[in-house]
């Protein structure tokens, strides 16, 4: 993996953050005033999602076939790199971003409506009948397709320790006795068997996970493109969008000024 590159191209993703923000938030302000039209604001999100897109192209034409380099990239914190789900955040969060946007307790507001047991939610947004209905659907078959990838996941853990690397390890354990046995000093295995096996074992990691963290890709462009084109107005677009932005780079600047703050403490001798 190139790592140059690789900082380079998360760094260019987040001044695309930082700018796409800055832009949403104007043409929020815009609409609220009524200086935008419809067609305007269409545009704004329309370029927020080609960001998105891009940056997915761009970061997987630098790692090819390697999905370990999405799942725990080392220029993230340790906090980011903790909530991550297969390279970027649950496409669910946007949906349950909307339901905070919209005003507290509208997520249970809305399944109430949804099966009839309710009042029509009212919420900040002005999120109509029918966009509740669209929005319920589209959140249960995100998490539908979210809980699919994540037990093909733990599959492809448990499958790349049960086999082959558990026998391979087992092989090499065996190897290396044979070795010290006859006299060996290190207990190495020569190239072209078992290190070959493990290298084989490992690539076909990695390729699984890719596709993984692929699909998920998806999942995340699916579901935002779903609530930002064909579910909410122009107007509730920018605004989610906006607020996605915002959560994405708060949570990156307060864990880099708390892990850096605790990162110094601990250069000094003080328990951070």
Request: hydrophobic share 45%; aromatic share 6%; glycine share 10%.
């Amino acid at each position: 993996m190139d790592m140059e590159r690789s900082v380079a191209c998360y760094r260019r993703w987040i001044a695309g953050q930082e700018a796409g923000l800055a832009e949403l938030v104007a043409a929020s302000a815009n609409a609220a005033a009524g200086r935008a039209t419809d067609a305007e604001l269409r545009a704004v999100v329309a370029r927020c999602m080609l960001g998105y897109q891009d940056y997915v192209a761009g970061r997987r034409a630098l790692w090819p076939g390697d999905g370990t380099a999405f799942v725990a990239p080392p220029w993230c914190t340790a906090f980011e790199r903790s909530v991550l789900w297969l390279g970027g955040c649950r496409p669910s969060l946007t949906i349950r971003l909307l339901y905070n946007l919209s005003g507290e307790g509208l997520e249970v507001q809305v399944q109430e409506f949804v099966n009839g047991r309710g009042p029509l939610p009212r919420g900040r947004m002005g999120i109509t009948p029918g966009q509740l209905v669209l929005i319920n659907d589209l959140h249960r078959r995100t998490l539908h397709q979210e809980h699919a990838l994540s037990g093909r996941l733990a599959t492809l853990h448990e499958d790349v320790a049960d086999s082959p690397l558990f026998p391979i390890v087992r092989q090499r354990a065996a190897a290396t006795a044979v070795q010290l046995a006859a006299g060996g000093c290190d207990g190495a295995v020569g190239p072209g068997g078992v290190d070959a096996e493990v290298d084989a074992a490992l690539s076909s990691y990695r390729a699984g996970l890719a596709q993984l963290v692929a699909e998920a890709d998806e999942l995340r462009m699916e579901t935002a493109r779903a609530m930002a084109t064909e579910i909410l107005t122009p107007r509730q677009a920018v605004e989610m969008l906006a607020a996605a932005k915002q959560l994405h780079l708060s949570v990156r600047d307060w864990s880099r000024r708390t892990e850096g703050a605790g990162t110094q403490q601990r250069l000094n001798g003080r328990a951070p």
